[in-house]
């Protein structure tokens, strides 16, 4: 799918994009942009990019995991348009930044991706999915080293439909193997076993492209994958990752002169989207399934969504019974599997002292969410609650809180536009909360309402004082003033805030392991209960015999 062809967006289009980014950040500092250098002279122009405020500020929450969409390239659009997308608590797609590629070249990927990680403050994901494509492969080794590429399964299925299209006329049922092979396979072996035997059974095992797709199997098959976080709340979800944020919005009909109405379409509708799931998760009660103390839990921890799925997982443990098949002190070996079910068991080691568990199925590893196999562990060893390591905060109800932010903030450069997207996105934030809890009630809106007014006026006095000093604290694009302050102060406190860090990070530590060790001995205590009431219940029933036997 490799190509170099340059591209023209015509008729002033260039110029049209680049006058709303100009007007955009004007608008607001923190609104990134910036174009190719034309080296080659391309007839069609340079490469462009750019990221808003909030796509910065929601990569510093959710950038664990990346998709970028070219979609433009196997759908034929007429715009290149592409996006850097990812997943946010409520498992919705979230806008990390776009692009205008007019010339599919290495060079133009690879710095794209550069411009793109600068914009991001140079914080790598831990995964990406993209098309198959050498450029983009070539592009994401070199800037993004540390990143697990995948291929988009979508992708992968698209051409080998068209590569194969003379097998799948002659047997309807390839597609079908095919896809099973690939999805439902549950360990490396079975894959290998599964995909040799379908290779087999149609005579292809000769075929260069099913070859080339086995050689790159690690890049897109699931079984090789779930030791990675992606993001994807189902381990064997057969859509491979490109979710787009503009399904619905930008296509192959999409126009230059259409494409910022339909991009800002799309930023409200999913914006729309993600207010509804926050007032959903916020203001009403799921129905709990279980007496369980940890769905309680999870149901006050995780969005709605993420409950509902972590629910399911819980539900399914009274199915999936643990058998301990090993036990070497500190670490148990358990196999878990599902009544009826005994050759697709799972295996599930789990450390009583660390209250740590690892499965087999790797969907902690892959999704983020505890598997049912490790909660019937917890639920045989008594473990009443979440062990804090097993709740991802990115899923969590308070995955945008401040401490979010501060955990993220010694990795942003202290310049003037970070520092700026900060404080927007923070106070954005909390006015959105605000409006939520405001409106309740008509008591509620007149207090909230004179606090507003009051707050405002209080902002207006602040800033006619200081309408007579220099521009300090009311930056202009490439302004760099508030750096120089920054500098200035920073190095007769540098020293005592990382002391504080340091010391905080300890007290964390130890509050951490304390914590661990309350779980284990409670789990250790509710063992001992639990087998004390055993031996009563044995006893009263031996006693009872011994009345019964007396009486005859």
């Known amino acids: 799918m490799s190509g170099g062809r340059p591209r023209s967006l015509g008729g002033g289009g260039q110029h049209h994009i680049l006058d709303y980014l100009k007007r955009m950040q004007s608008e607001n ?17 340079s490469t462009i990019f750019w990221a808003d405020a909030t796509a910065r500020m929601n990569y510093n929450y959710f950038g664990d995991t990346l998709v970028f969409d070219t979609a433009y390239r196997t759908h034929r659009y007429r715009v290149p348009f592409a996006s850097f997308t990812g997943i946010n608590h409520h498992g919705q797609p979230v806008l990390f930044g776009c692009a205008l590629i007019l010339n599919d070249s290495e060079s133009s990927f690879i710095w794209l991706f550069q411009t793109w990680l600068s914009a991001m403050s140079g914080k790598q994901p831990l995964s990406i999915t993209t098309d198959p494509d050498h450029f983009i492969q070539t592009a994401v080794s070199q800037i993004l080293p540390e990143t697990r590429h995948r291929y988009s399964k979508q992708g992968i299925l698209r051409e080998t439909q068209e590569k194969l299209a003379h097998i799948y006329r002659s047997h309807p049922m390839f597609e079908t193997e095919f896809k099973k092979c690939i ?174 568990a690892t499965c087999s199925c790797q969907m902690f590893e892959y999704s983020g969410i505890i598997c049912r196999h490790i909660l019937a562990v917890f639920r045989a060893k008594n473990v009443l609650t979440l062990p ?55 008591h509620i809106y007149n207090v909230a309402m004179d606090a507003l007014q009051e707050a405002a006026k209080k902002v207006s006095d602040v800033k006619n004082q200081g309408s007579g000093c220099t521009q300090g604290g009311t930056l202009t694009n490439g302004s760099s003033q508030e750096l120089h302050v920054a500098k200035d102060n920073s190095s007769a406190t540098l020293q005592s805030v990382d002391e504080k860090q340091k010391k905080i990070r300890e007290l964390t530590a130890e509050l951490e392991g304390t914590n661990q060790r309350c779980e284990v001995y409670r789990a250790n205590l509710l063992a001992v209960l639990k087998d004390m009431e055993e031996q009563k219940l044995k006893l009263s029933v031996k006693v009872q015999n011994a009345r019964l036997s007396l009486k005859e």
Request: aromatic share 12%; hydrophobic share 35%.
């Open 29 to 45: 500092p923190a609104f990134f942009y910036a174009t190719q250098p034309d080296t080659d002279h391309s007839p069609g122009g």
């Open 183 to 356: 999805n439902e396979t549950e360990t490396i072996d079975e894959f290998e076993s599964s995909w040799q035997s379908l290779l087999q059974r149609y005579y292809v095992l000769d075929n260069e492209w099913l070859q080339s797709m086995y050689n790159a199997r690690q890049q897109w098959v699931t079984v090789y994958l779930r030791d990675t976080f992606f993001g994807e709340l189902s381990v064997n979800d057969g859509s491979g990752g490109l979710n787009s944020f503009f399904d619905g919005y930008v296509s192959a009909s999409t126009t230059i002169q259409m494409l910022i109405k339909q991009y800002e379409k799309a930023l409200a509708s999913w914006h729309e989207k993600e207010l509804k799931a926050d007032y959903d998760t916020t203001n009403t009660t799921p129905v709990l399934k279980t007496p369980s103390p940890m769905e309680k839990q999870a149901a006050g921890l995780y969005t709605r969504r993420i409950f509902m799925k972590f629910q399911d997982e819980l539900v399914e443990t009274l199915a999936n019974p643990a058998t301990k098949i090993d036990d070497s002190g500190t670490i148990t070996t358990y196999r878990v599997a599902k009544f009826g079910e005994e050759h697709k068991a799972h295996t599930v080691c789990f450390n009583s002292f660390e209250m740590k």
């Open 388 to 442: 804090s390591q097993y709740v991802l905060k990115r899923w969590t109800t308070n995955a945008k809180s401040r401490a979010v932010l501060d955990e993220g903030a010694s990795e942003l450069p202290n310049d003037s536009r970070e520092s700026l997207t900060v404080r927007y996105n923070n106070l954005r934030q909390e006015a959105i909360k605000y409006v939520e809890e405001g409106a309740k009630s008509i």
